[in-house]
């Protein structure tokens, strides 16, 4: 089983908002720096587009929980 690590998982983090100001490109030469593990600019946007679509995801499912509890409710 795969184990997250916690010190790549923090440095995503920081890449995340580094995208705010740099291209992916840069982004993702700054991260392989920082944690000695390769990753590329196609690699990373993949990566930040996957956990956009779970956020989406689970959002919209709590919302509907959230409407069919208020109808059970009345």
Do not use: F, N
């Amino acid at each position: 089983m795969l184990e997250p690590i916690q010190d790549e998982l923090e440095a995503l983090e920081v890449a995340k908002r580094h995208l705010l100001q740099y291209s992916y490109r840069e982004v993702a030469q700054w991260l392989s720096k920082q944690t000695g593990r390769s990753i590329s600019h196609m690699g990373l946007k993949k990566r930040i587009d996957i956990e956009r679509k779970r956020k989406k995801t689970i959002i919209i499912c709590l919302l509907y929980t959230s409407d069919a509890a208020d109808e059970e409710d009345s």
